[in-house]
């Protein structure tokens, strides 16, 4: 079992003092959430919440996640870098294959690209990328970027991206290229994940039955596919104690992502780090 933590809660100030305290105590990975752009005015179409709100507001703070991945980086030597979720189809793909590409030169392979479709349509509107076509595009960038990451002269010619011949260098130092993991919990992002991903990040899974359905969803879209042979993580933040990490693991779940836990007061640095050394001693080293 590996374990990430979540990086929310706290000023990004400190992110990479709290990376390297994660690093040092068994943590493999951190993970970074992702809007580009919020309205004032948020509707209640969240997937995740009883109330459709998510548990961010307009005034939340919004740090571009490939500068912020950079930084922990570059204080750190071991633990990957990773996204949940980055909302690809809100970008030209060649403009997200640079970016990526260029923290995973930095970091010596390091990065995990964690994606989803999106749910606010405002956040599309605002930077005028259609919303309705956002998951055929997005299955289309998926592809688009791994032949970026892999083939000497890139052409593409679609009704969504029209380009090429081109040359894209560098390629990525991972040489299987940049694991693309799907996150969502919607029967297409379910099949996307078992059809298209390097693994799934799953958000919002209320227990462990409605979490072995959705995995099961997943391996039969893999083996449909001809992909049920190939290297696949499932990353979940249902079973975070020691037990639920057991019971995850029993159902197939490879990493468990947590955080500090969050209250009406802000959360300080002191917090986390409290947490981290806690967490590791009663989960991490014991599993």
Do not use: C
Request: hydrophobic letters at 40%; proline letters at 6%.
């Amino acid at each position: 079992m590996k374990f990430g933590m979540a990086l929310f809660g706290v000023s990004p100030r400190f992110y990479g003092e709290i990376a390297r305290t994660a690093e040092q105590h068994g943590f493999e990975s951190v993970w970074m959430p992702e809007h580009l752009v919020l309205p004032v005015d948020i509707p209640p179409t969240y997937l995740y919440s009883e109330s459709g709100y998510p548990p961010i507001t307009a005034d939340t703070p919004m740090y571009d996640a490939w500068v912020v991945l950079s930084a922990i980086g570059a204080v750190t030597e071991t633990i990957r870098l990773a996204t949940n979720v980055y909302i690809l189809p809100l970008r030209h793909p060649i403009v997200t294959a640079r970016a990526i590409t260029t923290l995973d030169r930095l970091t010596n392979g390091r990065v995990t690209l964690g994606i989803g479709v999106g749910w606010l349509e405002e956040e599309f509107e605002v930077v005028d990328q259609p919303f309705h076509d956002r998951g055929k595009r997005t299955d289309e960038i998926m592809e688009l970027l791994r032949k970026l990451w892999r083939d000497d002269v890139i052409e593409h010619h679609t009704e969504h991206y029209d380009f090429g011949p081109i040359k894209f260098q560098p390629k990525p130092i991972q040489k299987q290229g940049i694991p693309i993991e799907v996150g969502g919990t919607s029967k297409p992002a379910l099949r996307r994940a078992g059809r298209l991903g390097d693994g799934w990040v799953e958000t919002g899974t209320k227990d462990f039955d409605e979490l072995a359905s959705r995995i099961a969803v997943i391996q039969a879209a893999r083996k449909e596919a001809g992909r049920e042979n190939l290297p696949f993580e499932i990353t979940s933040g249902i079973g975070r104690d020691l037990e639920g990490v057991r019971r995850a693991a029993e159902l197939g779940v490879t990493r468990v992502v947590s955080g500090a836990p969050a209250s009406n007061a802000r959360v300080t640095k002191e917090d986390v780090m409290e947490w981290i050394k806690r967490y590791s001693d009663e989960v991490i080293a014991k599993v």
